[in-house]
Each structure stands twice: as structure tokens, then as C-alpha cells.
């Protein structure tokens, strides 16, 4: 050692401040020196910047005292010379962690070289802090008590982890952005994000508040190192320690990324952040922007590029970029699960945009791709859209329709090529109501077969189809459709899974609308498989029967994006809301109009109506008059059941005239009316003879009128045994009926059986 680097070597002071005797036993050990400096400098070229300070609190003043040592084998025992001066001097002794190329060099930008990554634990639970770090970035390699001791009077640490290899050029600022964010978790000495913060040799004497102690090593295992990628992984995945939450750092450590975006930054810590976390900041960023589906992988990569040729002042190396972009993009997918890339073939760039002559579109014969849904409903890409009032059965409906396609069914005129495999994404009927709802359609054995493995639906989830919830539903996707790629995507309903974006707009915003159905939808189909259909079911708004009637798609909620995005739109609608027959308007993009569906629900499965019979003028008066006709009918059958208990038979004149203008009836004229059409249709039968009952024949061309069920009043019969009168009514039973063709009268083959014409039931029956 030159005593040129040598500013003040005085091995005594003033008598007066001589140190004590038992001061001057404790001397500075080379042992544990020597391991300092292995760990710190082993890997080094060039020089140490070491510096001595007066501690505070002996009564006493000097200078700084620097000196550059070579970093080789000469080191320690140079360092151990300096140390008891030193010692002698009151002073402690302090190195750079990181050598320099000159002597005088000292600043964080001279800086060459530094292979170890320290955090001062320096306040609170000094063990506790110790016990995370260990937890979760592994056993360091040196642990120092510094000497100084915590307000409860801790020990405090300085604890490192040596790097496998020296970390120079760019690396150097990511060593100094992990020391920093290690001292943010656990509310350690945030001062060494500087490269040039210098810090406490062990082997040394600490001096401050006038009592010395050794700067001491705790644990030492030489054969502990770390890769730098691999430790900068575990310190971003490592937590902030309990209790302490996100430690506050200067503004400058966590800038805005607006701000990160827009500012150039110098090597060497000019700037108020670093090289290395700048660049962090915005790779970060884009990395996001890439999983998320918002942009493709090319062009995240290449705004990571223009980044680091517009702001990192040298910029970095492109292998260097390229490494550190793959490191934070495996740490992002393993933290936040595998990524939602858009396809290229989802939004071409400018120069690939397709188009096409007249020509060549007129001479394109080839043939049209196959229907997912024939006809037209549901095409290759598409997506379709069922709206339906609540409570209306648009669900009920979808289940049965879905099940139809995936057996490979009809239903309602619609049909699919082939069983068809879809997942069900449902959000709105629990798992236990879902499997009722299922269990009760009505439909074939062999049918529900057919369709058992096609068809995977969820119970009501609890998500929102954002980028966290496209990701899970096109893994789930990918889990349940292994092999074969799916079908049809039906999301049931669009308000309860609706993300309306970074804005956070709702349903009537248009913007909102297109977000999701461009950068949610669209996405998770063309991640998935661009050419399968989506189904997208939602709520109507309120309007009148005649806006409904005039325009049934704009019932639709929310904004008027929706309607010009899809390719195909349904609407179910009760037009009369006394009536359980629902209307299913249908509107294609891709196809010719077709007609609107009058569909119910008959014995528990949808079928659709004949619409020629449904009326088209004056409806609510005709539906007054079918309501009064079923009234009369059912009074007329009723009358007819009591005067029998009563013990009374009538002919078609007599019941006419005595019950004219009773009941609402009406005249004898419409009493005879309604009888006729009863008899048609099977209700009201004939008894020729009514001598079994007390009644004369008659001449009539019918006779009596009889009913089914219909029993005369009882006749008196005493039992023999106890001598009691028993009642036993008497069962009247049709002779003759009235042929529903021809209206002649004909024979009753067997009088014990009511038999109604093809299509008639039973006027007993419950009526809906």
C-alpha cells in the first residue's frame, strides 16, 4: 500500500484522549476481513474505494480518510493494516461494495463491478425481518452485526447474498434496483439503491456513543451464491414482509409509467430512476398489454424496442433486452396464469388487410361454408344474439335448443350439420337449480344421449369476463374439449359477465359495448378457434307492445353497438300477456329474412305453431270472444251435471227455452248455437230412451242431452242387513252422438266409454 493513499496515519493522539486499557484489547480481526472481502470483492477487477469516518458520539472531530486498494489477494492484509489504524483513530472503517477503475473514483457512475446484493435491517423485528428474507430468497451468504444497536435494543444486521458472477455494465443498476426493493419489503435501509452508499467492514470497531464493539460475522456459508436472473425473480415474487404492507418509497422510486414512457434516462443514476428500472417499468407494462390479449406478441416486443432506443441513454444490448423481457414474461405467466394472446388472424395489420376485385368476387363459385346453425342462423365466426324479457323462458329455451344441437337435432326449424360440441358458459342458475332444470325437459332418452358429452355447461359464476376471467374460461375450454376444438361458446347472460374496460363503462355505453365485445368476446373465440360460433343471451328493456310490435330489436338492452355487431338476432316476446304463447323474431345478417316463430311450451317441450291460425286483426276482441265462448261452454256442461243430481233430463228445445238469459247465456238461439258446436266437437252426447229414468220417449232427432260423468239423482234402496236407505245414483249413459263430419246422428258403440273426436279431450280434464 502507497502511503500517497494515506491522507493522516497517526497511531497517537493527545495523552488526554488516550483510550482506555480495555479499549485497546479489542483489535480487528483479518480472519473475518479476509472472509469480507471473498465475498464481496473475490470476482472483481480493479480498485476498492475504502473510507474512514469519526464516529459520532466520542467527543472528538476529523476528516474522512479514503483510500483505494487493490481487489486481489494483497487486499485483506491491506484492509487489516487500515482497520487498526483505524481503530487507534476512533474511526470506522467503511468500503464501496464494488470496485472502480481509478484511484479517486467514487461515484455511483464509476462504479465497474459488484458481485453481492446487501439489505441493512437497521429498525423493528430485526429476527423477523431476518426469518422472511430466509424464507423467501434462501440462506445469504453473509450475515454482519453492524454494531449498532434498535431503541429495544436489537442487534442490527447487514445481510448478503453473493452472485455467482460479477455484475457489470447494466447489470449493476439491476443489482441496485434489488437492493432498493428487498429494503422496501422489509422496511430496510432504502439508501443502498445508490451504488456508491458505502457500508461497515466486519473485522472492524465500531465506535459510536463512545462504547466499541466488533463489526462482527454472524453466518457465513462461503458456498452459498446466487444467479442474479433467478435471485431478481425470487425478490419480485417475494412478499412485503406482514405488518408492513408496500413501504412508502421516495416518489422518484416508484415514478408514474406515463412518466416512464416519455423520459429518457441515463446510464449511471443521473436520472431519478435507473436504467434498469425504467426499462423494468416498461417492459412490464407491454408485457401486461401482450397477456392480456390487447396486443399481439410482435407488436409487444416491438414497442419494447422502440422503448429502448427513444429513452435508455446508451440503450441496452438487444440480447440483453431480450433476456430481461423473457424473464418478466415467465414471472407475469406464472404469477398470473397462462396468457389470452391475440391471434394475428384476429386483427390483421394494415399491410395484410385483405381485399378483393369485383372480378375476382363474381368469379369465386367455390362453395359456401357449412351452417353451424342452418339456415344462416348461426354461420362460421358468427355471433348470435337471444334477447327475452325475464321470466319470458329464454333460458328454459336455450337449454332445450342446445341440447338439440348437440345430439345433432332440429329444433324449431333450426338445424345443425352434425352433434355439435359447446360449452355452456352460464352465470345466472346455481349448480343444484341448473341439474333440476335439466332433468325436467322433456325430451327422448335417446335424444339426451346423444347429446350427454357435447354439451358442458357451469353453474352461476362469480366473475366478470375480464382478462383474469377470458383466461380461465379458455383454459377450462381447452381442458373439457381436449382433443376435438368447440363448437359454439354461449355466454348466458351478457350483465352478469360484462366487463365495459379500463373505463369501467356499463351496458349503455357504446364504447363500453364494443370493448367487450371486441377485446372479451372476440378474443377468447379467436383464441379459441376463429371459425366457432358465439351465442350471447340478454335482457330486453321495456317497451310498449306496439314499439315490440314495430321494431323487436331495439327491446334490446343497453347500447346500440350490440345490434350492429352481431350477425344474427332473436327476440322472444309474449304478445299477449293472457296467452302463454311466446313470438320468436328473427333478423340475419348473413341471410335471407326469415319469418317470425310462434313457439310454446306443450306437455313440457317447445314446438312451434301453426302462425296462419293466429289472428291479425282485432285481437283483443277476438280473445274476449274465445274467453266468453269457453265460459258458456263450461256453465252450459255444468248446468246440465247439476240438473241431472237434481234429477232432471232435457231435450236441446226445453234446455234452450228454460234457461234463456240465466247464466250470461244469452237467447235460446245462442244456447242452441253453443249446444251444437258442443256436440260437434264431442262434449255433449244424446239418450234416445228415458224410460230407465222416468222419461218418456221423445220424438226429437237427438233426444236427451247428456253429458260424460253425467248420474241422475239417486234412488232409494234399502240394505237388508241394517235397513237403511242408501242413495245410489243412476249413471246416465249416451245412446246416440253426433258424427263431427256429417252431423248425422250415429249409434255409441260402447256407452260405457266416452270417446271424443281425434284432437277433443275430456271436459272433465283441467283447462289451461
Same mark, same amino acid.
Given at each position: 500500500?502507497?502511503?500517497?493513499?494515506?491522507?493522516?496515519?497517526? @497511531?497517537?493522539?493527545?495523552?488526554?484522549?488516550?483510550?482506555?486499557? #480495555?479499549?485497546?484489547?479489542? #483489535?480487528?480481526?483479518?480472519?473475518?476481513?479476509?472472509?469480507?472481502?471473498?465475498?464481496?470483492?473475490?470476482?472483481?477487477?480493479?480498485?476498492?474505494?475504502?473510507?474512514?469516518?469519526?464516529?459520532?458520539?466520542?467527543? /472528538?472531530?476529523?476528516?474522512?480518510?479514503? /483510500?483505494?486498494?487493490?481487489?486481489?489477494?494483497?487486499?485483506?492484509?491491506?484492509?487489516?493494516?487500515?482497520?487498526?489504524?483505524?481503530? &487507534?483513530?476512533?474511526?470506522?472503517?467503511?468500503? =464501496?461494495?464494488?470496485?472502480?477503475?481509478?484511484?479517486?473514483?467514487?461515484?455511483?457512475?464509476?462504479?465497474?463491478?459488484?458481485?453481492?446484493?446487501?439489505?441493512?435491517?437497521?429498525?423493528?423485528? /430485526?429476527?423477523?425481518?431476518?426469518?422472511?428474507?430466509?424464507?423467501?430468497?434462501?440462506?445469504?451468504?453473509?450475515?454482519?452485526?453492524?454494531?449498532?444497536?434498535?431503541?429495544?435494543?436489537?442487534?442490527?444486521?447487514? %445481510?448478503?447474498?453473493?452472485?455467482?458472477?460479477?455484475?457489470?455494465?447494466?447489470? /449493476?443498476?439491476?443489482?441496485?434496483?434489488?437492493?432498493?426493493? =428487498?429494503?422496501?419489503?422489509?422496511?430496510?435501509?432504502?439508501?443502498?439503491?445508490?451504488?456508491?452508499?458505502?457500508?461497515?467492514?466486519?473485522?472492524? =470497531?465500531?465506535?459510536?456513543?463512545?462504547?466499541?464493539?466488533?463489526?462482527?460475522?454472524?453466518?457465513?456459508?462461503?458456498?452459498?451464491?446466487?444467479?442474479?436472473?433467478?435471485?431478481?425473480?425470487?425478490?419480485?415474487?417475494?412478499?412485503?414482509?406482514?405488518?408492513?404492507?408496500?413501504?412508502?418509497?421516495?416518489?422518484?422510486?416508484?415514478?408514474?409509467?406515463?412518466?416512464?414512457?416519455?423520459?429518457?434516462?441515463?446510464?449511471?443514476?443521473?436520472?431519478?430512476?435507473?436504467?434498469?428500472?425504467?426499462?423494468?417499468?416498461?417492459?412490464?407494462?407491454?408485457?401486461?398489454?401482450?397477456?392480456?390479449?390487447?396486443?399481439?406478441?410482435?407488436?409487444?416486443?416491438?414497442?419494447?424496442?422502440?422503448?429502448?432506443?427513444?429513452?435508455?441513454?446508451?440503450?441496452?444490448?438487444?440480447?440483453?433486452?431480450?433476456?430481461?423481457?423473457?424473464?418478466?414474461?415467465?414471472?407475469?405467466?406464472?404469477?398470473?396464469?397462462?396468457?389470452?394472446?391475440?391471434?394475428?388472424?384476429?386483427?390483421?395489420?394494415?399491410?395484410?388487410?385483405?381485399?378483393?376485385?369485383?372480378?375476382?368476387?363474381?368469379?369465386?363459385?367455390?362453395?359456401?361454408?357449412?351452417? =353451424?346453425?342452418?339456415?344462416?342462423?348461426?354461420?362460421?365466426?358468427?355471433?348470435?344474439?337471444?334477447?327475452?324479457?325475464?321470466?319470458?323462458?329464454?333460458?328454459?329455451?336455450?337449454?332445450?335448443?342446445?341440447?338439440?344441437?348437440?345430439?345433432?337435432?332440429?329444433?324449431?326449424?333450426?338445424?345443425?350439420?352434425?352433434?355439435?360440441?359447446?360449452?355452456?358458459?352460464?352465470?345466472?342458475?346455481?349448480?343444484?337449480?341448473?341439474?333440476?332444470?335439466?332433468?325436467?325437459?322433456? +325430451?327422448?332418452?335417446?335424444?339426451?344421449?346423444?347429446?350427454?358429452?357435447?354439451?358442458?355447461?357451469?353453474?352461476?359464476?362469480?366473475?366478470?369476463?375480464?382478462?383474469?376471467?377470458?383466461?380461465?374460461?379458455?383454459?377450462?375450454?381447452?381442458?373439457?374439449?381436449?382433443?376435438? @376444438?368447440?363448437?359454439?361458446? !354461449?355466454?348466458?347472460?351478457?350483465?352478469?359477465?360484462?366487463?365495459?374496460?379500463?373505463?369501467?363503462?356499463?351496458?349503455?355505453?357504446?364504447?363500453?359495448?364494443?370493448?367487450?365485445?371486441?377485446?372479451?368476446?372476440?378474443?377468447?373465440?379467436?383464441?379459441?378457434?376463429?371459425? !366457432?360460433?358465439?351465442?350471447?343471451?340478454?335482457?330486453?328493456?321495456?317497451?310498449?307492445?306496439?314499439?315490440?310490435?314495430?321494431?323487436?330489436?331495439?327491446?334490446?338492452?343497453?347500447?346500440?353497438?350490440?345490434?350492429?355487431?352481431?350477425?344474427?338476432?332473436?327476440?322472444?316476446?309474449?304478445?299477449?300477456?293472457?296467452?302463454?304463447?311466446?313470438?320468436?323474431?328473427?333478423?340475419?345478417?348473413?341471410?335471407? *329474412?326469415?319469418?317470425?316463430?310462434?313457439?310454446?311450451?306443450?306437455?313440457?317441450?317447445?314446438?312451434?305453431?301453426?302462425?296462419?291460425?293466429?289472428?291479425?286483426?282485432?285481437?283483443?276482441?277476438?280473445?274476449?270472444?274465445?274467453?266468453?265462448?269457453?265460459?258458456?261452454?263450461?256453465?252450459?256442461?255444468?248446468?246440465? +251435471?247439476?240438473?241431472?243430481?237434481?234429477? &232432471?233430463?232435457?231435450?236441446?228445445?226445453?234446455?234452450?227455452?228454460?234457461?234463456?238469459?240465466?247464466?250470461?247465456?244469452?237467447?235460446?238461439?245462442?244456447?242452441?248455437?253453443?249446444?251444437?258446436?258442443?256436440?260437434?266437437?264431442?262434449?255433449?252426447?244424446?239418450?234416445?230412451?228415458? *224410460?230407465?229414468?222416468?222419461?218418456?220417449?221423445?220424438?226429437?232427432?237427438?233426444?236427451?242431452?247428456?253429458?260424460?260423468?253425467?248420474?241422475?239423482?239417486?234412488?232409494?234402496?234399502?240394505?237388508?242387513?241394517?235397513?237403511?236407505?242408501?242413495?245410489?245414483?243412476?249413471?246416465?249413459? @249416451?245412446?246416440?252422438?253426433? !258424427?263431427?263430419?256429417?252431423?248425422? !246422428?250415429?249409434?255409441?258403440?260402447?256407452?260405457?266409454?266416452? %270417446?271424443?273426436?281425434?284432437?277433443?279431450?275430456?271436459?272433465?280434464?283441467?283447462?289451461?
Amino acid at each position: 500500500m502507497s502511503e500517497d493513499n494515506i491522507v493522516h496515519f497517526n @497511531p497517537w493522539r493527545d495523552f488526554n484522549d488516550a483510550a482506555s486499557l #480495555e479499549e485497546l484489547l479489542l #483489535e480487528p480481526d483479518p480472519a473475518q476481513i479476509a472472509a469480507f472481502v471473498d465475498v464481496v470483492f473475490s470476482f472483481c477487477d480493479g480498485l476498492i474505494p475504502v473510507r474512514s469516518f469519526i464516529d459520532k458520539g466520542q467527543g /472528538i472531530e476529523g476528516k474522512p480518510h479514503n /483510500i483505494w486498494v487493490d481487489a486481489d489477494a494483497s487486499a485483506p492484509d491491506k484492509l487489516t493494516t487500515f482497520a487498526h489504524w483505524a481503530r &487507534r483513530e476512533g474511526a470506522a472503517v467503511y468500503v =464501496i461494495p464494488g470496485t472502480v477503475a481509478q484511484s479517486g473514483q467514487a461515484k455511483s457512475v464509476d462504479i465497474a463491478a459488484m458481485q453481492a446484493i446487501v439489505v441493512d435491517i437497521d429498525t423493528g423485528d /430485526i429476527g423477523g425481518k431476518l426469518l422472511h428474507l430466509i424464507r423467501h430468497l434462501g440462506d445469504p451468504t453473509l450475515v454482519v452485526e453492524s454494531g449498532g444497536r434498535t431503541p429495544e435494543g436489537a442487534h442490527k444486521l447487514h %445481510v448478503w447474498w453473493k452472485l455467482s458472477e460479477p455484475a457489470t455494465g447494466s447489470d /449493476i443498476e439491476q443489482v441496485c434496483a434489488l437492493r432498493g426493493t =428487498i429494503a422496501n419489503k422489509v422496511a430496510g435501509d432504502t439508501h443502498f439503491r445508490s451504488a456508491h452508499q458505502p457500508i461497515r467492514v466486519p473485522g472492524t =470497531i465500531y465506535h459510536k456513543g463512545g462504547s466499541q464493539r466488533m463489526v462482527q460475522i454472524l453466518q457465513h456459508l462461503p458456498a452459498r451464491d446466487v444467479d442474479l436472473a433467478d435471485f431478481a425473480e425470487m425478490v419480485i415474487a417475494m412478499p412485503p414482509m406482514p405488518g408492513i404492507g408496500t413501504v412508502a418509497a421516495p416518489a422518484a422510486d416508484k415514478p408514474a409509467l406515463a412518466d416512464v414512457l416519455t423520459t429518457p434516462v441515463h446510464e449511471g443514476g443521473a436520472d431519478a430512476w435507473s436504467r434498469f428500472e425504467g426499462a423494468s417499468a416498461a417492459i412490464g407494462h407491454f408485457i401486461r398489454q401482450v397477456h392480456d390479449g390487447r396486443i399481439s406478441p410482435d407488436d409487444g416486443w416491438e414497442a419494447i424496442c422502440q422503448y429502448n432506443a427513444a429513452m435508455l441513454r446508451p440503450s441496452w444490448p438487444l440480447d440483453r433486452l431480450k433476456a430481461e423481457s423473457d424473464r418478466l414474461w415467465r414471472l407475469h405467466v406464472e404469477r398470473n396464469g397462462p396468457p389470452l394472446v391475440r391471434l394475428d388472424s384476429a386483427e390483421p395489420a394494415p399491410n395484410e388487410m385483405p381485399a378483393f376485385t369485383l372480378g375476382s368476387l363474381l368469379d369465386d363459385t367455390s362453395r359456401m361454408p357449412a351452417d =353451424i346453425i342452418a339456415p344462416r342462423v348461426l354461420t362460421p365466426g358468427g355471433l348470435l344474439v337471444l334477447g327475452g324479457a325475464p321470466k319470458v323462458g329464454k333460458s328454459d329455451l336455450l337449454i332445450s335448443w342446445l341440447v338439440h344441437l348437440a345430439a345433432g337435432q332440429s329444433f324449431l326449424g333450426f338445424t345443425p350439420p352434425r352433434p355439435l360440441r359447446i360449452f355452456y358458459l352460464q352465470a345466472e342458475i346455481q349448480y343444484h337449480y341448473l341439474r333440476e332444470r335439466i332433468q325436467q325437459i322433456a +325430451l327422448s332418452a335417446e335424444l339426451l344421449a346423444a347429446a350427454r358429452d357435447n354439451l358442458i355447461a357451469t353453474p352461476k359464476l362469480k366473475m366478470l369476463l375480464d382478462a383474469e376471467g377470458s383466461m380461465r374460461v379458455a383454459e377450462t375450454i381447452q381442458r373439457v374439449f381436449p382433443s376435438d @376444438p368447440v363448437d359454439i361458446i !354461449c355466454i348466458d347472460p351478457i350483465r352478469n359477465l360484462f366487463d365495459g374496460g379500463p373505463d369501467g363503462g356499463g351496458e349503455n355505453d357504446n364504447a363500453a359495448m364494443m370493448f367487450f365485445l371486441k377485446d372479451r368476446v372476440e378474443v377468447l373465440r379467436d383464441h379459441i378457434d376463429p371459425d !366457432c360460433g358465439v351465442i350471447l343471451v340478454h335482457h330486453t328493456k321495456k317497451l310498449s307492445k306496439q314499439q315490440v310490435k314495430d321494431d323487436p330489436f331495439l327491446a334490446l338492452s343497453g347500447a346500440s353497438a350490440l345490434r350492429g355487431f352481431y350477425t344474427s338476432g332473436l327476440i322472444l316476446h309474449r304478445p299477449d300477456e293472457e296467452s302463454p304463447q311466446r313470438r320468436l323474431e328473427i333478423e340475419l345478417r348473413n341471410g335471407p *329474412a326469415l319469418r317470425p316463430k310462434l313457439v310454446d311450451k306443450v306437455r313440457g317441450e317447445w314446438v312451434e305453431l301453426n302462425s296462419l291460425n293466429e289472428r291479425l286483426v282485432r285481437k283483443d276482441v277476438g280473445a274476449r270472444l274465445d274467453a266468453e265462448r269457453v265460459r258458456k261452454h263450461d256453465v252450459i256442461l255444468g248446468m246440465l +251435471l247439476d240438473e241431472a243430481t237434481e234429477g &232432471r233430463l232435457y231435450t236441446v228445445t226445453q234446455f234452450t227455452e228454460k234457461f234463456e238469459n240465466k247464466g250470461g247465456l244469452g237467447g235460446k238461439f245462442t244456447i242452441r248455437d253453443r249446444i251444437s258446436v258442443l256436440a260437434t266437437k264431442g262434449y255433449v252426447k244424446f239418450l234416445r230412451d228415458g *224410460a230407465p229414468f222416468g222419461y218418456p220417449a221423445v220424438r226429437s232427432r237427438y233426444g236427451y242431452l247428456c253429458v260424460e260423468g253425467m248420474a241422475l239423482a239417486a234412488a232409494e234402496v234399502v240394505d237388508e242387513e241394517t235397513g237403511e236407505v242408501i242413495g245410489v245414483p243412476r249413471p246416465v249413459l @249416451p245412446s246416440h252422438y253426433k !258424427c263431427p263430419h256429417s252431423g248425422v !246422428c250415429l249409434d255409441v258403440e260402447n256407452p260405457a266409454v266416452w %270417446v271424443y273426436p281425434e284432437g277433443g279431450e275430456s271436459a272433465l280434464a283441467p283447462q289451461d
